[in-house]
Structures are given as C-alpha cells and as structure tokens.
C-alpha cells in the first residue's frame, strides 16, 4: 500500500451484530412498555442469540477445523471468538439481572408469581408431586456418565446435570437427564393462591422431585446445562442435478452438527464443570456462562392468565384509499404507481393483486421468487390457482433458505405437482430478490411489477417493516424478465460466471434496476463519487440509507472518503455495521439504530443529486455475502409524491428520539431520547399516522 492511500478502521461483523442483540435486550428493561411486551424482547433476544451461535460462532469454529481460512487467519478467528465470549457474558449478566431484578419484580406486582430456585410452598406441594408422578416422571430417562461411554447431547434442548451420593459410598455418581419439552409445557400452572397466578418451570418440577426420582442417593448437585451446534449447511459441490437431494440429507443432519457452544449454570461448582467437561470433550474456549434457567426464548410460552392488558396492541393494518375506491388493485395501478407500506398497511392488497391476476383472462404469464414463504402460504395457493387456469407461472425457489429449506422443498414439490415451472437454487448463489411479473397476452412488457425489502409472506408481514412498490412502468417490467432469463440460462449451463459475461454486453443491460453481481455495486459507488464532486464543486451533498447491514469494505470506505470530503451521511442501520463513526473527528457520519414494536427491514436509500434526488427501494443490504453471492435488486422510484413520501419515512425515523440511538465508536448504544431537547418523536407510531393522513384521502376527482 503507498503512503498516499489511507486505511479504515471497521467494527468487526459479529462484535457489531451483538451490539445490536444487546439493544433487543434493553427493550426488556423499558418498564413503559406492557411486561408480556418486554418478555417478548427477552425472549427474542434469546433466540437470536441461539442462531449467532448456531451460525455464526459455529461458522468460525468450522474454519479452524477445517483450515479453511479467507478473510481471517486463525489467530484472527480465535482472537474473535475470545472476544465474542468475553461479550456475551457480559451480556449474560445483564440478561439475568433484567430478569431477576425487573421482568419478575413486574409479573409479580401483577399478581403473577414465576418460582424462582425454592421448594413449592406449601399449598402447591402435593400438585407438585402429583404432576410430576403422572405427568413428568413416564417421559425421563436418566443416563449414568461413565467413562468412554459417550451419549449424544442434542443441541437447542435442555439438560439437567446430578452428581449424587451413594448412601454407603464416597465416589460421586453423575447422571445426565434430558427434560422432555415436547411432552409437557415448560412453564407448569399451578393452583392460584389468594388471587395470585402461580407457575413454575418443568425444571424445578424435576428438581424438587429428585429424591424420589433418585431415592437410595444423596443428590449434591443438579445444575442445567445446554449446547448449541453447528447448523449451517456446507456444500462443498454444488451439483445442479443433485442439489434439491444433497440439501434434504443436510438439513435432516442438521441436528448433528459440530459443538459451538456449552453453557452452564454459574452455580455450578468448578469441580463438577471440570468433570463433564472431560466426559465430553468440551474444550474451554466453548464454555459461555448461563444462569439456573436457559432457553428462555421459552418465555414468549409463558402464561398469561390477564390477556391484552399485559400485551403490546399491534394496530390493525389501515385500508389504503386510493386501491379500495377501485374494483380492482390492477386498475388502480394502471392509474399511477402504488407503494406498500407492511405492517401499517394491509398485506392483503397483495393476495388480492395476486388472485386478481390468477383469474384475469387477460394475464397469460406469472413469474415470481420464493426466498421465504409463510407456511401453507396464501401466495402458494394462489399461484397454483393461477396454473390451474391455464396462467404460465414459473417460480424461482430459493432452497438454501436458511432454517426455510423443508417447507421451500415442501411448497416447491407443492407447485411442481399443479404444473408449476421451477427453477431450483443456483451452485454458489443464493435468489434473495423479492420480484414478481404479471405478464399480459400478446404484448411485451405489458402488464404489472411487484418489488420488495420484505418476502412474499403474510406472516412476517405482520410484524416486519416493508416497503413494496406496484408498477405497469415497461422498462421495470422487461429489466424483471431480464433477471428471470438469467437465472434460466444460469441454471440450464450450471454457469453463473458466463452470464457475468454476457452481462456485460446490449443483451443483458438493465434500463432501471441495480442488480447484484452484475450493475449494483459500481452503481452505487458511482452515486457516492457523484456527491463527493459536487461538495467539492460547492454544492450540498447527502446521503441516507437504510437498510439491516453494512459490512462490504469497498462501499463503507467510498462512505468515509465522501464523509471526510463533506458530504452529510445518516446511516439507519438495524443490525450489523462495520462503519466506525466518529463525531469527534468527522460529525458528517452518523449511524441511527430502531429497535421498536416492528422489526425494522426496509431497505430505502437516497441520494441528492444536487436536487435531483433519487431513491431507491431495495431487497439488499450492503453486506459481502448479499453483494457477491446474492442476487438482489434495487428499484428506482420515479412518482415524484412515492419519492416524497420515502424521503419523510427516512426523516421520520432519523427524528425518532423514543426509540433510536446513535451507534458511538465504541459500539455502544446512546440513546438519543437523552441527547433530545425536542418532543417526544417514536417514529413507528409517527409513521402509522403519516401513512393514515396520506393514503386514506378523499377520493380523487376523476377527468
């Protein structure tokens, strides 16, 4: 590197991301919020925690095996796993002390009481043994732990650990005992006493009836343990002809996967820690702290014996005027272009856009992306409606879906069966673009676009934060056709790398979308340098993103380049960023993090052009993975009152001083409610009634 060229400094991707799962965690302390809300919280940021381990720690710990080394060197991998751990027991602490010293101070003043490490009382106890002896006791079987002889210890499921003691014997006595989840509920409802709600974990259940589970031993220890594996799916051959196969055998053995994680009871004494560690072969570097209760992600189960008054009333998604005053949403489309905005706004317009083309004589093709669909999923059915009505519909079925591939295979042979067209996953490329076209007869490009930030799922649709955009524009339609021409020819010659090619050429431009592999980076890093020029020229220049990652180096240092040369850049970034902001040094670069009732999911971005501004709505985030080996698209939007109304969604949320922080140097979270002189602004709440305003006028006057 010359002495000219400048280095960055990055936040690493796992350090960032856990930065962000720790401010899920705060929601759990937000006592303005319902407790059965925050318990939610809890409980996600459990099983998020769950699947970092599962991924990405496992991730890493398989390159070390495997010596399998591209962006990191070992020393590098393990100096991040060390500290990962250092943070997540951090976190751990945290974690329990928001539940032991706020969630349940709360369910308590609420009349709900959770056992916490003590006998039944009194009045429970005979329930408690009773329960345990009919319901509890048919399903446990205890396994002694001797030496070379190992069980099998499944991961994401609940274990209790026992050393006990012979009545005539010194020699400690280990057994491990599984607690059967799937055959009873985790949290026991007990008799309510004096107006309270009593429940208690299926793992104190077992605890208290140990002595007569074990009734010729002493019991010295019971402590719960857990282990989380590696359930990421690696194809080292990517084999068109056999790929649906090969990934059906990996999921089905997904549940033996290599060890990422053991946590423990804190109160486990070192002796006992050391011994079972031994017996498995668990090494120190796997060890993570938990406290006397895990997986609880289990929590989002608990009872909750008042309803809606303890709960987070999600509003009813709002009616969109200008679709409703039309007999069909496809009429209202061929007047102007339409944007969706989920979960404010009904899903439902969708699945009636979709049924309006299924029975539409007019329409002679669908095609449409699977990447992740609700099960049973009402845009299934409704596209082998569309074929059973003589419609021609190929759908693109993203089969390495993570933690989605049985029910992509399962809706995929659904579809084939209705005489469906399918094209399967790409070798060494994941379809993450949410695109469909509804194509019309005997006219190119003639007929209707549907892109999205959000899949094609009435599920997430509830809870998720999308933007979908309808169009008849012609040149987004044929771009459309283009990418599902793509990815035909890619799948009939297995090469991917070819098409690169080709897409060089006339024959494979894009008029409008940014796609990735082939125009969206350069695109992008075109737009940046533009707005570096025209600071430089005196002129204003601005960009604002958002999207749930950012971590491709090449495009964060053309971000810092352009920072440092004047150009004002907000970065609304949920999850994982690699940018390291610096207010100090460079107050041009800010980084705003939402965490709220929705997911945040959109991704928008905005450049000004010197007041000719542009914005785009996009499925990508700016990550490797989704640059390089993904295919994702970028739409520009061109109704002048759409872009408006995207550019205030953006200051809306870049406003929120409720529930958004700034993300300091240090990756912390600062919360910007206490940097705020200004009102109290909670930008999914200030969203809902912009949108209400906006989109439920009276009808237009129509010529």
């Not at 996600?44 to 010596?67: D, G, W």
Request: charge should be neutral.
């Amino acid at each position: 590197m010359s002495g000219s060229e400048k280095t960055f400094e990055y936040f690493k991707r796992d350090l960032s991301w856990l930065s962000f799962n720790y401010r899920v965690l705060l929601e759990a302390e937000d006592t303005s919020l319902p407790i059965y809300e925050r318990i939610r919280f809890i409980s996600i940021y459990s099983s998020n925690l769950e699947e970092f381990y599962e991924i990405r720690v496992a991730e890493r710990r398989a390159a070390l095996h495997r010596k399998l080394f591209t962006d990191e060197s070992a020393e590098e991998i393990e100096t991040t796993l060390e500290e990962i751990a250092h943070e997540v027991n951090r976190q751990q602490k945290e974690f329990y002390r928001i539940f032991n010293e706020s969630i349940l101070p709360e369910l308590r003043r609420q009349k709900i009481y959770l056992y916490q490490d003590e006998k039944p009382k009194p009045f429970h106890k005979d329930f408690v043994n009773s329960y345990f002896n009919e319901e509890v006791f048919p399903f446990l079987s205890p396994v002694t732990i001797l030496p070379g002889l190992r069980t099998f210890i499944r991961d994401q499921r609940l274990y209790l650990v026992i050393r006990m003691y012979g009545k005539t014997t010194k020699e400690p006595f280990y057994v491990l005992m599984k607690i059967p989840y799937a055959k009873v509920p985790r949290f026991i409802p007990l008799p309510v006493h004096d107006g309270v709600f009593y429940y208690m974990f299926i793992d104190d259940v077992i605890r208290a009836n140990l002595p007569n589970l074990f009734p010729d031993y002493e019991i010295d220890g019971c402590f719960s343990i857990k282990i989380s594996r590696d359930a990421d799916i690696y194809m080292e051959e990517e084999n068109p002809a056999t790929m649906l196969q090969t990934i059906r055998t990996k999921v089905e053995k997904r549940k033996n996967g290599a060890m990422s994680r053991f946590m423990y009871d804190r109160a486990m004494p070192d002796d006992f820690l050391t011994f079972f560690c031994k017996a498995f072969d668990i090494e120190t570097e796997d060890l993570v702290v938990g406290g006397r209760y895990m997986n609880l992600q289990d929590l989002s189960k608990l009872p909750n014996p008042f309803g809606a008054s303890l709960t987070q009333s999600f509003p009813a998604p709002m009616r969109i005027a200008c679709l409703d005053r039309k007999a069909t949403v496809s009429q209202s489309v061929e007047e102007r272009d339409v944007l969706l905005f989920f979960p404010y706004q009904s899903f439902d317009y969708l699945l009636r856009f979709m049924k309006e083309a299924a029975s539409d004589p007019d329409v002679d093709a669908i095609k449409i992306t699977q990447y992740r669909v609700a099960e049973n999923s009402a845009v299934i059915d409704t596209l082998i409606d569309a074929a059973q009505n003589g419609k021609q519909v190929t759908v693109f079925v993203e089969l390495k879906a993570r933690f989605d591939e049985k029910n992509n295979m399962y809706s995929a042979e659904r579809m084939e069966q209705a005489g469906i067209k399918i094209i399967y996953s790409l070798p060494k490329l994941k379809v993450h673009a949410k695109v469909a076209v509804i194509l019309r007869k005997n006219s190119e490009n003639s007929g209707f676009a549907y892109l999205s930030s959000g899949n094609f799922n009435e599920k997430t649709a509830k809870s998720y934060s999308d933007i979908a955009l309808l169009t008849k524009q012609p040149d987004i339609i044929a771009d459309i056709n283009r990418i599902f021409d793509v990815l035909e020819q890619a799948k009939a010659d297995s090469s991917f790398r070819r098409l690169l090619e080709e897409a060089k050429t006339e024959k494979l431009q894009f008029r409008h979308l940014l796609v990735s592999r082939l125009n969206m980076v350069d695109s992008v890093i075109a737009k940046i340098e533009r707005e570096i020029t025209n600071v430089k020229n005196g002129d204003r220049g601005s960009i604002i993103l958002k999207m749930n990652g950012l971590h491709y180096k090449k495009i964060i240092d053309k971000l810092y380049e352009a920072s440092e040369a004047g150009v004002e850049i907000d970065l609304i970034v949920r999850g994982a960023c690699g940018l390291k902001p610096n207010l100090r040094k460079n107050p041009h670069l800010r980084i705003t993090r939402i965490v709220d009732m929705y997911l945040e999911h959109a991704r928008v971005w905005y450049f000004y052009n010197n007041g000719e501004e542009e914005v785009y709505l996009a499925s990508a985030d700016w990550m490797t993975r989704n640059l390089n080996r993904r295919i994702e698209t970028a739409c520009p939007v061109f109704e002048p009152s759409l872009k408006k109304k995207l550019i205030d969604f953006l200051h809306i949320q870049l406003h929120d001083n409720v529930k958004a922080c700034f993300i300091d140097e240090h990756l912390r979270n600062i919360f910007k409610c206490n940097l705020s002189d200004q009102p109290p602004l909670r930008a999914q709440e200030a969203i809902r009634e912009y949108l209400r305003k906006t989109d439920t006028e009276p009808a237009l006057t129509e010529i």
